[in-house]
């Protein structure tokens, strides 16, 4: 794997596999690093569930480390948790349920509420269990070939003064896909770690919307956000996603 240090953080571009197995000992790294239970944020989307399905056949010696970590999502639709269209739902599915976490380690966002009631029951049920202010210790991010992270989709108002409100979490309406609970920028930018997992020949543009495109504002290209706090993130970038941008 070939790893370098960019404005938007460390980019480590390698085989998928490769990229999964260091993953995994991030997330053992929380665990060993710290006396409370470390909180996951898990994400949806395609990439993530080859990553638990791997997780979840190849490395059942995970499982008595997740056990000690509190796991939700940092996005969510707002479906019922049986859904496949579910963020927790998926990752419950895929690989929670799989690896033995048991109910009170999990947190999923209460989507029968609506949107707004949902994003503040989410807030004070976090900020009840870790603390105002705090965000979560590990959040593992998806791309899609918008350039869009959780669910900070282009154009979005969350974008508009990412710093400016204080929030950790929220509700917003994304046009043509409806309501979405997500983590903030400044949710993000609160968190100990972020980790953005990027596969597939089809993400290689927008990947290098993000290394490459010069000034494109984070308005147009939500991901460049992460430059504000660049020393907290990891990009894994399999091969085929990082083929247009230098490596090594
Ligand atoms: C979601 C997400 C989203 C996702 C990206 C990448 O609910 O869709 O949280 O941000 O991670 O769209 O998705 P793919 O891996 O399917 O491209």
């Known amino acids: ?25 991030h997330f053992s790294d929380q665990v060993s690093s710290r006396i409370c239970p470390p909180s996951v944020a898990l994400t949806g989307g395609g ?79 976090w900020d009840y269990s870790f603390g105002e202010g705090k965000a979560y210790d590990l959040c593992l991010l998806g791309m899609g070939p918008d350039c869009h992270i959780a669910s900070l989709f282009p154009g979005s108002p969350l974008l508009q003064n990412p710093f400016g409100s204080k929030r950790t979490f929220a509700a ?17 930018r609160r968190c100990g770690s972020i980790v953005i997992m990027v596969t597939g020949a089809s993400k290689a543009e927008a990947v290098k919307r993000v290394f490459e495109c010069g ?17 907290k993130v990891t990009w894994l970038i399999d091969n085929e996603a990082g083929a247009g941008i230098p490596i090594g």
């Open 47 to 125: 990439t993530p569930m080859g990553f638990y399905r791997w997780m979840a056949t190849e490395r059942m010696g995970f499982s008595p480390v997740a056990k000690h970590i509190i796991w939700t999502v940092s996005d969510e639709r707002m479906v019922p948790v049986d859904s496949s269209e579910s963020n927790f739902g998926n990752a419950r599915r895929a690989l929670l349920d799989p690896m033995g976490v048991p109910d009170d380690s999990m947190l999923a966002w209460d989507t029968e509420r609506a949107p707004e009631d949902a994003a503040d029951w989410y807030s004070h049920l």
């Open 215 to 231: 000034d494109e504002p984070v308005l147009d290209c939500p991901a460049r956000l992460v430059g504000h706090f660049q020393d």
């Open 172 to 188: 917003v309406n994304v046009p043509e896909k409806g309501w979405r609970l997500t983590v903030t920028p400044d949710g993000l």
């Open 1 to 25: 794997m070939h790893s370098r240090i960019t404005p938007y953080g460390e980019v480590r571009i390698g085989p998928v596999q490769s990229l999964y197995d260091w993953l995994v000992n």
